[in-house]
């Protein structure tokens, strides 16, 4: 492991003029998409009551969906609706990182949601966060959703296989990739220090490209139907074992 770590920061370092010069030009030339139009909070379904948080980045928000219904909310909703009355908010955006989002829920009313789906790391990624940093932020946000939000199940997406990513020349493509398989790892163990937590993987197992969305980077609408399909098999698995 030693070993590897340090072939990877030796390659880093060695190809560092070529990844910002990669990185410029992505964000220059990526087809920037709008997030979807549709609502971000309200009552549906008929059954047990449930609160529901979904937040994070621009995945969360829908982008690469023409709807939020075609989008994860949407999708969830869609799911969850049939056994559950779901009283819920969507509360994302467009760039954000882990540590946007304990600031913005800084902002936002103390109210008790029973389960937040969460989606970040990607921006994190992309801003060169340590391991460190990534860490101590994803913990503060467990506690915070913990004891200002009371959340009892708190779902933490995985990060996408960034290297597999089209819009993403190489070899910007393997650093983002292994970068976010690192943090993705450090998720998973979080997720199993903290019974509160479950980490669910997204091998977005469709890659196809009409499986994403037309900037090579979002999920599209196939892939936001798995992501919300397991979340939801989740979320109704822990209701009925308890």
């Known amino acids: 492991m030693l070993i590897g770590n340090l072939r990877h920061a030796l390659a880093t370092l060695t190809l560092a003029p070529i990844l910002l010069k990669q990185g410029r030009r992505v964000r220059r030339d990526v087809q920037i998409l709008p997030e979807p139009a549709g609502p971000r909070q309200g009552i549906c379904g008929s059954g047990p009551r449930l609160r529901l948080l979904l937040l994070g980045d621009s995945a969360a928000a829908g982008v690469g969906a023409p709807t939020q219904h075609e989008a994860l909310s949407g999708r969830l909703l869609g799911a969850l609706e049939s056994s559950l009355e779901v009283h819920w908010k969507l509360l994302a955006f467009t760039g954000a990182t882990t540590a946007d989002m304990l600031a913005r829920l800084d902002r936002e009313p103390a109210t008790e949601f029973d389960v937040v789906v969460t989606s970040l790391g990607v921006n994190d990624v992309t801003d060169r966060l340590s391991m460190q940093q990534w860490r101590t932020r994803q913990t503060r946000l467990i506690q915070r959703l913990a004891s200002r939000y009371g959340a009892r199940h708190i779902l933490l997406s995985g990060l996408p296989p960034m290297h597999r990513f089209p819009a993403l020349p190489q070899p910007l493509r393997w650093y983002v990739g292994s970068r976010a398989r690192d943090f993705d790892r450090a998720l998973e163990n979080l997720a199993r220090q903290d019974p ?28 936001y139907a798995l992501w919300a399909a397991e979340v939801a098999r989740r979320i109704l698995s822990r209701i009925e074992g308890h």
């Open 196 to 223: 509160r937590c479950e980490f669910v993987r997204l091998s977005y197992a469709m890659m196809e490209p009409q499986a994403m969305a037309a900037d090579g980077f979002h999920p599209g609408p196939p892939i």
